[in-house]
């Protein structure tokens, strides 16, 4: 098996053509294309799609790759083994999340966690859903955390929590002592959304359809911070899962009313990893530290005393 071919066929595959892998490693798109003949000439397969324009994997490339990737992620395990029994605490992490995680309790997470282990060097990739995923199955990532499971046998969901969809006001607002809402009546309020990329939006496009009731938004934006600062500033409601606004509902200086229906109410957040990637070391570590994070956002939230 060669590794030099291994290495340039996912290179060409990570970066859509020969020619731009060849740029990226500084190599001939000649050298390339030879080292995956090479492979195929001893796979006794083809491993690309031949005729298309980018680089399209057969069945048989997935496989190869899989493995290869698997190969990998062995590697780097087998080396945070032996850095865990040299007693050195080093190591580095990748984690890719959402940017609806990114409140005062994810900061303090991160903080805590670089702390304890200073000689980890840790790196956070802010993402759609869908760019997690392929984070993830690219192995771009270690783990990730997302909104709304992922179905993809190539994704392993480690930690799963329910987390409705919300709406998000003032503690004074006239709607924040109910004990649920209507998209209905919240039609009657002025509203900071999400685009409809987002899943958080694509969700609640579907409970509209459902309920026969469309919400038009004052504000739509692409930042989770803008939504917030929104219901901060007064100027609207927003649509979030507690996780979003987890210390603010802490603090009494937001409120949370649950949203009726189903389909505000099945969403979930997940921990997730590619299907047979092992870790070891530091990104075990951290994968704890977020299991027990995940933990503590799905217990019921703990109000300041009036």
């Known amino acids: 098996m060669s590794e030099t071919g291994l290495r340039y066929l996912m290179e060409a595959l990570n970066a ?4 731009a892998a060849g740029d990226r490693l500084n190599v001939a ?5 030879r080292q995956i003949a090479q492979l195929e000439e001893i ?5 690309i799609e031949k005729g298309r324009r980018g680089i399209k994997l057969t069945h048989a490339g997935e496989i190869v790759i899989d493995h290869y990737r698997n190969q990998i992620a062995d ?3 087998l080396r945070a083994k ?3 029994l040299r007693s050195v605490r080093t190591g580095r992490v990748v984690l890719a999340v959402g940017e609806g995680f990114l409140g005062a309790t994810f900061t303090a997470l991160i903080n805590a966690f670089s702390r304890d282990n200073p000689q980890v060097r840790l790196d956070i990739n802010i993402g759609a ?3 997690i995923a392929r984070m993830i199955t690219d192995d771009e990532a270690h783990m990730g955390l997302v909104f709304q499971t992922p179905h ?4 392993r969901v480690r930690t799963a929590i329910a987390q409705p969809l919300m709406a998000i006001a003032l503690p004074d607002h006239p709607l924040a002592g109910r004990d649920t809402v209507s998209i209905a009546e919240l039609r009657n309020w002025p509203l900071c959304l999400s685009q409809r990329n987002f899943r958080l939006r694509q969700i609640l496009s579907a409970a509209e359809t459902q309920s026969g009731q469309y919400l038009e938004p004052s504000i739509t934006t692409n930042s989770i911070f803008v939504m917030r600062e929104a219901v901060r500033s007064g100027a609207a409601l927003t649509i979030l899962p507690q996780l979003s606004v987890w210390s603010e509902l802490q ?5 949370s009313i649950p949203i009726a229906g189903d389909m505000m109410e099945d969403t979930t957040v997940s921990l997730i990893l590619r299907s047979g990637r092992k870790l070891e070391g530091a990104p075990v570590r951290l994968l704890s530290t977020l299991e027990a994070q995940l933990r503590q956002w799905n217990r019921p939230l703990s109000r300041p005393a009036p």
């Open 82 to 84: 032996l850095e865990e």
């Open 29 to 33: 798109a000649s050298s390339i294309s």
């Open 129 to 131: 859903s869908q760019d």
């Open 43 to 47: 796979y006794g397969l083809p491993l």
């Open 75 to 77: 590697r780097e395990a």
């Open 251 to 255: 603090a009494g200086s937001m409120v």
């Open 152 to 155: 993809d046998i190539k994704i």
């Open 16 to 19: 859509g053509s020969m020619r």
